[in-house]
């Protein structure tokens, strides 16, 4: 039997574009799509067991992660995700996404779960609320200059992570650098929001660096 790894590989080899999921559950999917799309991703909107099951990478969007995190388990998604990224799955969230894909949050809403693929424990809404948005330019690595444009809207930030975890960028408050763009293998995670501007360098960068090196 091929290994999901040797099969990415192959398909790879061959030319064929990788099939990319949007999980669009609830949040910005519709943003994140046209992103990969504007990479010449093969990508789509995937919502039920089939259709998450037949793509192999998946983004989840930014949004709020107890509803999505309900949604995916009363659609009995969540087990399915969860081994996905187990296996080997390259995965990228944003905001909400990152706290899904965190293996712990330090402050959970009742009964909240992740997804899980990268170790680290995650604050929610860590820079404030809406009203605190904000936006900032990033020096990312892997990533070259220009400086990216981040938006943060009631984002997370690490709050600590296994030495096995890749910081990517940090953003620095009160005097204390919080990582907001992380990765462990296959799974990237930033706190803010690339799906919302005109720069879809993240993106590329998941698609190129991540999901092709898988």
Not at 57 to 82: H, M, Q
Not at 90 to 96: H, I, L, R
Request: glycine letters at 8%; one cysteine or more.
């Amino acid at each position: 039997m091929l290994t999901f790894q040797f099969l990415i590989a192959w398909q790879n080899a061959a030319g064929n574009s990788l099939k990319v999921g949007v999980l669009a559950l609830q949040g910005d999917f519709r943003e994140h799509l046209a992103s990969l799309e504007a990479c010449g991703a093969d990508a789509s909107l995937v919502r039920t067991y089939e259709e998450i099951s037949g793509v192999e990478a998946l983004v989840i969007p930014g949004g709020e992660s107890t509803t999505i995190y309900k949604l995916a388990k009363n659609f009995d998604l969540l087990e399915l995700i969860r081994e996905k990224i187990k296996g080997g799955m390259p995965t990228y969230g944003s905001c909400a996404g990152m706290i899904l894909v965190a293996d712990k949050i330090l402050d959970p809403a009742s009964g909240q779960e992740t997804f899980g693929g990268i170790e680290m424990t995650v604050r929610r809404n860590a820079f404030g609320r809406q009203v605190d948005s904000f936006e900032v330019d990033l020096d990312i690595k892997g990533i070259e200059a220009p400086t990216v444009s981040a938006v943060f809207i009631r984002a997370p930030w690490v709050d600590s992570l296994s030495p096995r975890v890749e910081v990517l960028a940090s953003v620095e408050i009160d005097g204390e650098l919080h990582p907001v763009a992380v990765r462990q293998g296959s799974v990237l995670a930033t706190s803010f929001h690339p799906e919302i501007t005109s720069d879809n360098r993240i993106h590329k960068f998941f698609l190129e660096e991540i999901a092709k090196a898988i």
